[in-house]
């Protein structure tokens, strides 16, 4: 099993900027791939940014291309989300997945991952 937990939310003006953290425990060996994925009230759960754990490839969704950028730390099993330029748009849960990689990875879709954290609350106030 792999534990996740993520911290770094809260709220912030539109134009801010704020940095997510997700820390992995247990048997972390096993993670092949990481991301974030977020879901606002009244909306389905949707893909935000993704990166592979040995490589270090990057996926991320349109809309946040330019604004997002997902990095890794190895040594502490932590993902970041470092995200600029917010817009009352991004206001949602943010969840961190981790996949196992059994099969071929689909970095954008939510049953890929195997591992959910609880969630962090965004607000963008505009």
């Known amino acids: 099993q792999v534990q996740l937990v993520e911290s770094g939310g809260g709220l912030v003006q539109a134009g801010g900027s704020l940095r997510l953290s997700c820390a992995a425990s247990g048997r972390t060996f096993s993670v092949y791939a990481m991301g974030w994925f977020r879901q606002a009230p009244g909306k389905e759960r949707e893909f935000v940014a993704a990166i592979r754990w040995s490589r270090g490839a990057t996926y991320y969704a349109d809309f946040v291309k330019g604004r997002f950028t997902i990095s890794r730390d190895n040594a502490n099993n932590t993902v970041l989300l470092l995200m600029n330029t917010l817009k009352s748009e991004d206001t949602a849960v943010y969840y961190c997945?981790?996949?196992?990689?059994?099969?071929?990875?689909?970095?954008?879709?939510?049953?890929?991952?195997?591992?959910w954290g609880q969630g962090t609350q965004v607000t963008v106030s505009s």
């Open positions: 997945a981790a996949d196992r990689g059994e099969g071929a990875y689909s970095p954008t879709m939510s049953y890929e991952y195997d591992y």
